[in-house]
Each structure stands twice: as structure tokens, then as C-alpha cells.
């Protein structure tokens, strides 16, 4: 089973940019989804983004839209987080997911792994 290492978390200002990579070893990395949740304190885990195998197609919960892009290198294995304009309201810990399956509605579920999160803290 793919193996997920998040890094790039800190302590920000509110509208600065943080990038958040996800290392995943494994040779078929390349053939599923990647996927980024978060979970902020005393709430449950959210949905955050996704993309497909090859990085053509992105999706994004509608509270970063706009804000946050999600992309990935195949070549090195990684996953990508970029976070511009954060809010304090991005405050959480984000996980890093494999083999996402897009469940419809606005949901997703994990078929795979999961990372074991990078803490993000905004501040006002």
C-alpha cells in the first residue's frame, strides 16, 4: 500500500501563500486520484481537493475555490497544495489521500492511504 508523507505546514498571516506537498511512494502512484482534506479542531474532516491520475481534472470544495490550487508530478511521486489568500478559517490539519473516488454530490471517499497531516495555523 502506498505510503503518504505530507510537509510544508507552518504558522502564516492571513492572505499569505503557503504550498503544501505530499510525497507517496510506490510505483503506481500514476494510475488513481490524489486528494487533500483537513480537519480543523472539534469539527469533522472535510473535503479540500482532488485531482484525476494525470492531472487533467481538478475539483475543489467551494470554500477554496479560487484560492487554492491542487496539482501533482508524477515523475516524483508528489502531490501539490498551493494555499494563496489564506483566512484563519484554513486553520487545520491537512491530510493527504490516494485513490480517490469521487462518490458524487460534493463527496469523496478514500480507497486508499492517508497521510498522517501537516498542521496549518492562520492567524488574523
Known amino acids: 500500500q502506498v505510503q503518504l508523507v505530507e510537509s510544508g505546514g507552518g504558522l502564516v498571516q492571513a492572505g499569505d501563500s503557503l504550498r503544501l506537498s505530499c510525497a507517496a511512494s510506490?510505483?503506481?502512484?500514476?494510475?488513481?486520484?490524489m486528494g487533500w482534506f483537513r480537519q480543523a479542531p472539534g469539527k469533522e474532516r472535510e473535503f479540500v481537493a482532488a485531482?484525476?491520475?494525470?492531472?487533467?481534472?481538478?475539483y475543489y470544495a467551494d470554500s477554496v475555490k479560487g484560492r487554492f490550487t491542487i496539482s501533482r508530478d508524477n515523475a516524483k511521486t508528489t502531490v501539490y497544495l498551493q494555499m494563496n489568500s489564506l483566512k484563519p478559517e484554513d486553520t487545520a490539519v491537512y491530510y493527504c489521500?490516494?485513490?480517490?473516488?469521487?462518490?458524487?454530490?460534493?463527496?469523496?471517499?478514500?480507497?486508499?492511504?492517508w497521510g498522517q497531516g501537516t498542521q496549518v495555523i492562520v492567524s488574523s
Open positions: 489521500a490516494a485513490d480517490m473516488l469521487n462518490m458524487g454530490g460534493g463527496r469523496w471517499s478514500v480507497q486508499g492511504s
Open positions: 485531482i484525476s491520475w494525470s492531472g487533467g481534472n481538478t
Open positions: 510506490g510505483r503506481t502512484f500514476s494510475t488513481y486520484g
